[in-house]
């Protein structure tokens, strides 16, 4: 048994969602009413979307059609079905057809393992407001994605064109790369729950949230969650001074609504993950959560609570697009891989260690320090930590002192230059210009010396 095994095994273990008493009927209803849940919820964003960012920069958001604009959304949609359907000459036109339902199903079936509430009675049956539930079901999400990459890849190779190829393959790299740093930190998340199950880990939250205990993975999570959504200061897939409009440049009508729909549904997955395995899922906030006994911690009200944390991680997405400027792609790219996943990995260490103190794995031993008898696991749990701390340092300072020899040595390098000094031109270094006179045109104008007229 490895020792996550043993960690996730050591916790107690948490109640899981009983389905004993859901047909495959009410399976069925409960699959069509998330389907009409998340639309619904797509296109009160989107307006949603529109008001606040209007609002932020001092301009009117939508507000024609029907009351406040709240039908814009719904017209758009219309539009978009109703539209030219425009394809490549060269395209692929299976694959050109399949790639954005490949990415907006996948958004759906990510969502189906989220509990958006406890038991209920629904249709005469006591079942949970969930869809499905699985031991590993917090990694279905990570493996939906992996399929979803699927179809921006396909999408843009199969429009014959140079820009959505470079589009899906830039958009692929970002995916996968932040992958790596979001599954990490859930790694966190499944040592203090004991579980991977999602009604699991929501039921282990009862008397604490797990964004007090791993903080540190709530913060890495909601960054790769907005890169992961394509959403700004992240949205690299579509950078229109580089490549156009990414891997969907080509599509239009409803070919381009189903990737518009996925990008959205995408956001409220990965919020409703956060919600469930950091803010304590469908449960209620701990002051409202203990009055009456509870009262408003049962049924249906779960799924009020579960909509309301949902809103404040959209509000978020929201916020960021009406503050922040698109990042580079390569700074991108170093900040996940440079920065983040060393981060993480040494997180989950830390986290190893502090659940291995908790079960007892370094034994009840004590060690007097000081007149204190301090306990061993105590000890090793401050040392984990000094180190990871001291490791982030040096890290850090030598990274400084690069920066600081790169700065210095760039204000040696002589600021004009003269490109005939060696006797052949030399072209000027980043940040230099050349002699006055001694330019392009005198380069190539130089006359021959008389070594070279001799010869």
Known sequence: ???????????????????????LWLTLVKALLLFVYLLVSVLLVIWFERRVIGRMQQRPGPNRNGPFGLLQTLADGMKSMLKEDVRPKGADAFIFTIAPVIFASMAFVAFSIMPLGGMVWMFGHHTPLQLTDLPVAAL????????????IVLGGWSAGSTYPLLGGLRATAQLISYEIAMGLALVAVFMYAGSMSTSEIVAAQADLWYIV?????????????????????????????????????????????????????????????????????????????????????????GLLWFTIKLWMFMYFFVWLRGTLPR???DQFMRFGWKFLIPVTVAWVIAVAFIRGADAGFFGDGTVALGGLELPVS?????????????????????????RAKAAEEAAQTPAEVDPWAEGYPVPPLPGQRLVEGRGATAIDTKPATEEEQRG
Do not use: H
Request: hydrophobic share 55%; charged share 10%.
């Open 213 to 301: 205990p791993a903080c540190v993975s709530f913060v890495i999570y909601v960054i790769t969650m907005v890169g992961e959504t394509n959403r700004l200061p992240f949205d690299l897939a579509e950078g229109e001074g580089e490549i156009v409009g990414g891997y969907f440049t080509e599509y239009s009508g409803m070919r381009f609504a189903m990737f518009f729909l996925g990008e959205y549904i995408n956001m409220f997955t990965v919020s409703a993950l956060a919600t469930t395995l950091f803010l304590g899922g469908w449960q209620a906030p701990p002051g409202i959560a203990a009055i009456g006994d509870g009262m408003f911690n049962t049924g249906w009200w």
């Open 140 to 151: 279905l999400v990570l493996a939906v994605a992996g399929v979803a990459a699927y179809g």
């Open 327 to 329: 990042t580079r792609y």
């Open 378 to 402: 105590s000890l090793i749990i401050v040392v984990v930590l000094g180190a990871i701390v001291l490791g982030a340092t040096w890290i850090w300072e030598t990274k400084v002192e690069q």
């Open 1 to 23: 048994m490895t020792g996550l095994s043993l960690l996730v095994a050591a916790a107690d273990k948490p109640v899981a969602a009983d389905f004993s008493d859901t047909p």
